[in-house]
């Protein structure tokens, strides 16, 4: 519970929010039934349950574009009605909805609910006790929507720099480990729900430590970049390349038969005895190749590639071997 509230921002965002509306809106509700104001009780009963149910949904469907957007709707509309039911104390409701919003959902719907909010305030106008109060409410209002706009919008930015700099690797412009974990996770539940099929290839390049030390660490750097440009231009937009570590790298393909997988990998090895070098001559890799089986786990399929890797290296490096296949494929 805690890991998708880290990581996923406006889950949390709603999540606060409806924990803020039971504490907040409930005291009210039950002073307001005390008081026999009946219809004010109702309408915030009516909103702490809206938004409940709300946050129940985002956890349960994890669609929080959709509840996000019906909770920043109920939100402003609840506030918009308190406002027009109990009067001038109701206003003060909608400062905290007209910020949320623009968490809630994304900016454009955001604008145009929070200026729906005020203008209906306006239109009703039993809230307020005169013009200049009116006018004076929806200045502040905009300033508080264009405030809210600003830093959500600078946050979003944030967000995406640093989720960026999370699941990239700086060098190569690939996934990184992370990434791959998650990716992993999400094609062993899409085989399993669709069928589909899926290989993972575990590659390293041979000697590399090699090219570091005669050569520098620019060079090897100059190579690593150069191989996973050969490879994403030899591969398809579907297909994912992942660093997983120094000079290891894994690839996942989906929708692919043994017929086809051997068809590319052979292709690969092709491409990069062709055009991989370095200034000591050519530079060519081992592969470890596996196809997911039917109920098996992340870490197992990552497992029987790599022991499909050790067994190429082991063979004399410059090999494609093939998980549970006893045939080790030469350099072509």
Same mark, same amino acid.
């Given at each position: ?83 027009? $039911?109990?009067? !001038?104390? =109701? ?6 909805? @007209? &910020?949320?919003?623009?968490? /809630?959902? #994304? ?103 090699? $090219?570091?030390? !005669?050569? =520098? ?6 190579? @690593? &970049?150069?191989?996973?440009? /050969?490879? #994403? ?100």
């Amino acid at each position: 519970m805690f890991y998708r509230l880290k990581t996923d921002f406006r889950l949390s965002i709603i999540t606060l929010l409806a924990i803020s509306a039971i504490l907040g809106i409930t005291p009210f509700a039950v002073m307001r039934f005390l008081q026999g104001n009946l219809l004010a009780g109702i309408v915030d009963l009516t909103i702490m349950l809206a938004i409940t149910a709300g946050m129940l949904y985002a956890w349960i469907t994890g669609d929080t574009a959709r509840s996000g957007l019906a909770m920043a709707i109920m939100a402003c509309g609840g506030a918009v009605t308190v406002g027009a $039911i109990v009067g !001038e104390p =109701g206003l003060f409701w909608l400062y905290p909805c @007209l &910020v949320t919003s623009f968490f /809630l959902t #994304e900016s454009r719907y955001a604008i145009f609910i929070n200026l729906a909010a005020v203008i209906a305030l306006m239109v009703h106008g039993v809230a307020f006790s005169s013009a200049v109060q009116m006018w004076s409410f929806a200045a502040t209002a905009v300033v508080v929507s264009c405030c809210a706009y600003v830093f959500a919008h600078r946050n979003e930015n944030q967000r995406e720099r640093l989720e960026h700099l999370a699941t990239i690797d700086p060098l190569t412009g690939v996934k990184n480990r992370r990434s791959m974990d998650q990716e992993l996770s999400m094609a062993v539940a899409s085989a399993s729900r669709t069928g589909v099929s899926y290989a993972l290839v575990l590659l390293d390049i041979d000697y590399f430590k090699k $090219i570091n030390d !005669e050569h =520098g660490h620019n060079v090897g750097d100059d190579v @690593l &970049v150069e191989m996973v440009a /050969l490879i #994403e231009q030899n591969i398809r937009k579907s297909d994912q390349l992942f660093r997983f570590g120094g000079e290891e790298f894994v690839l996942l393909m989906s929708g692919v038969d043994e017929t086809g997988l051997r068809a590319v990998m052979h292709n690969l090895q092709h491409i990069m005895h062709k055009f991989l070098r370095h200034p000591g001559g050519q530079v060519t890799a081992s592969f470890g190749v596996a196809l997911l089986r039917a109920g098996e786990t992340p870490d197992d399929w990552l497992l029987r590639a790599d022991e499909a890797l050790y067994k190429a290296k082991d063979s004399g490096r410059d090999r494609i071997v093939y998980a549970d296949d006893t045939v080790v494929s030469g350099s072509a």
